[in-house]
């Protein structure tokens, strides 16, 4: 069984701050504290992104899954992210856009999803050195437990 909670956030500059005290009280929460200061600054940079760029109000979710912290951040947008490997997206040249470059090198794995009828969401899965008991089964059928175990 997996453990899920989420908050939903306005769009505004705040949004970021909020998203990672929600982080960290939930790794708390979840007995996954080392795992905080990473998932903090990703799910920061991925709020930061929907605010930015589709002005939408984010939707941050956190599951425990397969041994797994798996962080999910939805938006209403449907245009997907440029992957951070195409040459095409962002160089690090300007002042932002490093995002995704981010989630791509710290967490154990990541990905995009559509949301039907509501969007995307990109989530992203950070493995602790010593996962509680219950983390290591999920029998649910939650989108971002079925996401995760399909890697």
């Not at 960290?24 to 979840?30: N, V």
């Not at 095409?88 to 009828?117: F, K």
Request: glycine share 6%.
């Amino acid at each position: 069984m997996c453990r899920r909670e989420e908050s939903h956030l306005a769009a505004r500059p705040s949004a970021p701050y909020e998203s990672r005290q929600f982080i960290a009280e939930q790794c708390d929460r979840l007995d996954m504290p080392e795992l905080a200061d990473t998932a903090k600054l990703l799910t920061s940079e991925l709020v930061t992104n929907v605010v930015v760029h589709t002005g939408a109000d984010p939707v941050v979710a956190v599951a425990v899954t397969c041994g797994q912290l798996v962080v999910e951040v939805r938006d209403e947008a449907r245009d997907l992210p440029k992957d951070p490997g195409d040459p095409q997206a962002e160089t690090g040249e300007s002042a932002g856009g490093r995002g995704l470059t981010l989630v791509a090198a710290l967490a154990e794995d990541w990905g995009v999803r559509q949301v039907p009828d509501d969007g995307k969401a990109i989530w992203f899965a950070l493995r602790p050195d010593n996962p509680p008991a219950y983390a290591e089964t999920c029998d649910c059928c939650d989108p971002l437990c079925e996401a995760v175990a399909a890697q």
